[in-house]
């Protein structure tokens, strides 16, 4: 008997999903399985990784932190948030890029917010892998979560995930990726402007 309707879809969205996770920019690694989670199809989750920075001093990353800071340690796999004034700060476990080739280092900001994203490929996404859906509306099979943080490098961002359970691994394919809650406490105080500084590793982190 051949596949009907809904088993072909389901069979071409498996194939998309596993493209995305070799890409780079913005896309979720899927499952082993090659889905990516859906509503009410979301295996239990652990409990997420702490992040434990060494104590920290934002002096020693940005000029000033009026706007708030953001410092992200690829190698420990932690996000830093220095509220304004930088008085205090919370640390957040977060996804780092698979490899070398997929991360980008250096100083940046955040220059757009969008809650509840779409995500579209790349160009060069579009080039490599023709095969990949066009576009990918807000929802749960949207590998961006409900909220996304743009940075000033083209296609690059902090922002939620449909995979928690990728939380505290190398998982993306460039991005840096939250915990759905942590993404929303964050969303919700960093503003268009905040620095951004991403480095490969800090001594004693």
């Known amino acids: 008997m051949g596949m009907n309707r809904k088993s072909v879809l389901l069979t071409r969205r498996a194939a998309a999903a596993s493209m995305l996770a070799l890409l780079s920019g913005c896309a979720s690694v899927p499952f082993g399985d090659g889905r990516l989670p859906v509503a009410g199809n979301l295996r239990p989750q652990p409990p997420r990784p702490k992040a434990k920075p060494p104590a920290l001093a934002w002096r020693d990353h940005f000029a000033n932190v009026d706007q708030g800071a953001i ?3 690829i190698e420990a796999r932690w996000l830093v948030y220095w509220r304004p004034g930088g008085d205090s700060y919370e640390a957040f476990p977060i996804a780092v890029p698979l490899n070398p080739d997929l991360t980008k280092t250096g100083e940046t900001k955040i220059v757009r917010r969008k809650e509840n994203p779409s995500w579209r490929p790349t160009p060069d996404m579009r080039r490599r892998m023709p095969g990949l ?35 505290g691994t190398r998982a993306t394919s460039g991005c840096f990726r939250m915990h759905p809650d942590d993404i929303v406490w964050l969303f919700d105080r960093a503003a268009i402007g905040t620095p951004v500084k991403v480095i490969e590793s800090l001594p004693g982190a």
């Open 133 to 167: 859906p066009e576009f990918v509306g807000p929802g749960p099979d949207n590998p961006l979560g409900s909220r996304a943080l743009y940075l000033g490098w083209t296609y690059y961002a902090i922002h939620g995930t449909n995979n928690p359970s990728s939380i």
């Open 71 to 73: 410092l992200v340690n």
